[in-house]
């Protein structure tokens, strides 16, 4: 941590600790267990960037479709639209990793089968708060929107905030772009990597044993490095979830909760309050989320492979992540639709 960084992260800890007691002088108990996790959230370093990722699963029908293709663009503007967004990745869930039969009902491909399917919206944030602050000042465009959009929601949304613990990752260069790829080559650029439509994003969820976080975020970071050889890798991010937004997942106050149930988007909530503060949602025991790129989902089982057919791989994974876990591992595979991809820059 830089110093920058160190008086950035004790001036939230101050604020947050401020707030958290707050919190707990009016609620009680409750409040207490909230502060805490306000407090735990507080001490967390900054970060170059932190991802909202919005999580739903809908129900896999052509109209969803013809709805996402319809309202997406518009809370892509709105979204973009307000201070601190750096930019977004919009994914659609295709398919599962079977792990070696351990999940064998599942497959890669599964875009047919899966119902409902996950549809999982990142978008990136200079600062937490800032897409905190999005959601309260654009509350009422983004209610229209999303508003309109329940007719397909069978689950969520649910709207965990991350900041990165480490990150691989670079802008992904298309063919078309040779001139940017000579530049590259002459600074001597050594993590260049090329897209092409059969992209895929794969997310792999841990959560980890309290006091354990250091030791795991070691042995992943290792093991991605070690992976990172892999043909068709695109790079890594290891994410570590700080809270969670509640306008993000729709938890407001009572009173509008009810509000919202009487219209179909014409008439927001008179004054919706978050029903609580982002750190005060930070998971027991640590939850982190480790996002991965490759050329095509086959290409990302094969990578994955290594965790457990190759010998030195094996070894830093066995003792570098399983050995620290309460839950996992689990491999999702998304097709990242669209994306505005601003802030790869700001994790180089
Ligand atoms: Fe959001």
Redesign the pocket.
């Known amino acids: 941590m830089t110093d920058k960084d160190g008086i950035m992260a004790r001036r939230n800890f101050l604020k947050l600790a401020a707030l958290a007691a707050g919190g707990a002088a009016s609620l009680g108990a409750v409040g207490e267990a909230s502060a805490v996790r306000a407090r735990k959230a507080a001490r967390e370093p900054a970060s170059p960037i932190y991802l909202?990722l919005?999580m739903s699963k809908v129900a896999n029908r052509p109209d969803s479709f013809k709805l996402m293709k319809k309202v997406g663009p518009k809370v892509c503007i709105t979204t973009a639209t307000h201070p601190g967004f750096v930019g977004f990745q919009a994914n659609l869930q295709t398919g599962i990793l079977p792990l070696a039969g351990r999940y064998g009902g599942g497959k890669v491909h599964m875009e047919r089968e899966l119902n409902p399917v996950g549809n999982y919206q990142y978008?990136m944030w200079k600062s937490w708060r800032d897409?905190d602050d999005f959601?309260l000042k654009q509350f009422k465009r983004v209610f229209e929107l999303c508003g309109s959009c329940l007719s397909m929601v069978v689950e969520g949304p649910w709207?965990p905030v991350y900041r990165v613990v480490k990150a691989k990752m670079t802008q992904i260069r298309s063919m078309g772009d040779i001139t940017k790829l000579a530049d590259d080559l002459r600074r001597g650029k050594k993590f260049v990597r090329f897209a092409n439509p059969r992209r895929c994003v794969s997310l792999a969820p841990h959560t980890v044993k309290p006091g354990r976080e250091r030791a795991f975020e070691k042995g992943v970071v290792d093991t991605l490095e070690a992976v990172s050889d892999s043909t068709g890798f695109l790079g890594y991010m290891v994410l570590k979830q700080i809270g969670v937004?509640a306008l993000?997942s729709f938890m407001l106050d009572p009173k509008s909760m009810a509000q919202s149930l009487m219209t179909l988007g014409a008439n927001p909530p008179d004054n919706p309050q978050p029903l609580f503060k982002t750190p005060e949602a930070m998971p027991h025991p640590p939850e982190y989320l480790v996002h991965t790129e490759w050329d095509s989902p086959e290409m990302a089982q094969l990578g994955f492979a290594k965790v457990l057919v190759n010998h030195r791989i094996r070894r830093i994974h066995d003792q570098g992540v399983m050995a620290h876990l309460i839950r996992g591992p689990y491999i999702m595979f998304f097709n990242p639709m669209m994306e505005e991809p601003g802030w790869r820059d700001y994790l180089k």
């Open positions: 909202a919005n978008t897409h959601h709207e937004c993000g």
